[in-house]
């Protein structure tokens, strides 16, 4: 390793009578449409913080937390091989550290801060000058400027960290270092603003709840490039490769789908009748996600599967995150069967494409991301949040259309910056570890540690 790898390392099916479940019971105050969930609740003509609000949007952000440590890192270790568990479990908390210290320093001003042209927020809340313990109008107006702002952290550290599991078992732990933190400024933060911000897809017209594109989309479209630069394996397609620990990986599982719950209603900013709806839909895909997963395994393999019905809760998840907070219970569920299914066949076919996604980012966030905020185009609707858009089922055409101008938005943009980032990293401390550092394993070669004696 070159004495700039190691400063850098060191530093750095239902059918379709779900669609209409849509009764007025979760009809929204007016809300910006341009913060997460876009619904904060009803708006106060007075800015006072609420003890209610705070102290949910505190347990949500320690919720989000607790997905990616140890929820992440657990889920995520399970699956590689035991040669690997410390490193993949590592990348996770590292990431967590360095993408909160960025955050802190210029990230949230970036994605958060005063609109430059739609595009970026500007430099004017650097090191969080100007971000205080009063309320923000727009970001959430009964709770303090700072509780948005570390809610806010947890997604963008967790972002990143999902694109580890497409590269698992082969990228250089300096290389993984300094590529998270440049893609946390030059990708994440962009979008955010784009969509949250004030920026241009929010002035079009596009609806992101809790994270569909900004997350998903983002991350899994990004660990697609990054599978297409790396490569594959030494020895995919031949060697052993199954999880090592699926004790783990449900225990992760578990721990995601518990922080799912602050992810998603915490994103209504407020403990009010939209975090309700958010929180009912969650659960609502979530299961029935796992159940159409284990039932299409069981049908087509002959025999369901722990690692199975795990995925299938988590494409749940991810899948009704854009809309968790405008559609109906029973839209939820069929997004849930939609995403059990569709990641099922993702997956299943992957091979025929040759691209060796190691632990499915790509077949579980990047369709989940894409098909949910579509879906959230189709099926949302104005009973359940006023503050949000009726679907394409509910006559809105062009509310659709700004769902699809998001979803191509965002993945171009991830795409091209995510192939510009790596060449750069490549270029400066090389991505992959050695054939020998392979073949060694993650935790002896980076880490210098042993899981198991």
Not at 361 to 372: K, M, N, Y
Request: charged share 10%; aromatic share 10%; proline share 3%.
């Amino acid at each position: 390793m070159t004495w700039w790898s190691k400063v850098m390392g060191g530093g750095v099916l239902l059918g379709s009578v779900f669609i209409v479940g849509t009764n007025g019971g979760w009809a929204q105050g007016p809300a910006s449409q341009s913060i997460p969930g876009s619904a904060a609740g009803v708006l106060q003509s007075a800015q006072t913080i609420n003890g209610a609000d705070t102290a949910w949007v505190l347990v949500s952000s320690a919720l989000v937390l607790a997905m990616i440590i140890p929820g992440l890192a657990l889920f995520y270790g399970g699956q590689v091989r035991s040669k690997n568990v410390l490193g993949t479990m590592m990348q996770s908390f590292a990431i967590l550290c360095l993408v909160s210290l960025l955050w802190v320093l210029v990230g949230y001003s970036l994605a958060f801060g005063p609109d430059h042209s739609g595009v970026i927020g500007g430099l004017d809340w650097m090191a969080l000058e100007g971000v205080g313990l009063s309320p923000h109008p727009t970001y959430g107006p009964t709770i303090p400027h700072q509780a948005f702002m570390i809610f806010q952290m947890m997604f963008a550290a967790i972002t990143p960290a999902l694109i580890t599991g497409a590269f698992a078992e082969r990228m250089k732990f300096s290389a993984l270092v300094m590529f998270s933190g440049l893609w946390s400024l030059a990708v994440y933060c962009p979008i955010v603003h784009w969509l949250w911000g004030g920026g241009w897809l929010a002035r079009v017209g596009a609806l992101d709840f809790a994270g569909g594109a900004v997350v998903h989309i983002s991350s899994g479209i990004s660990a697609l490039v990054c599978v297409m630069v790396l490569g594959a394996r030494r020895g995919y397609g031949t060697d052993y490769m199954a999880p090592h620990n699926l004790p783990m990986v449900l225990l992760g599982t578990g721990l995601l789908w518990l922080g799912w719950f602050g992810f998603n209603a915490g994103s209504a900013l407020g403990a009010n009748e939209t975090a309700v709806a958010a929180f009912v839909a969650t659960q609502a895909a979530a299961v029935t996600g796992a159940v159409a997963w284990m039932t299409m395994e069981w049908t087509h393999r002959g025999a369901p599967t722990v690692l199975g019905i795990a995925s299938g809760a988590v494409a749940g998840l991810a899948m009704v995150t854009p809309g968790a907070g405008y559609i109906s219970i029973f839209s939820a569920v069929l997004v849930g069967l939609i995403a059990g299914a569709s990641s099922y066949w993702t997956i299943i076919k992957k091979g025929k494409f040759g691209y060796d996604d190691s632990l499915d980012v790509v077949g579980i966030h990047g369709v989940a991301g894409v098909l949910g905020m579509l879906l959230t185009g189709l099926l949302a609707s104005k009973a359940v949040n006023a503050s949000g858009a009726n679907g394409l089922m509910f006559g809105n055409a062009v509310f659709f259309g700004a769902q699809i101008v998001a979803v191509l938005g965002v993945c171009m943009f991830a795409a091209v910056s995510t192939w510009v980032i790596l060449k750069l990293v490549d270029r400066l401390v090389g991505l992959r570890v050695s054939a020998e550092e392979e073949a060694m394993g993650l935790d002896l070669s980076q880490h210098n540690e042993k899981a198991y004696s």
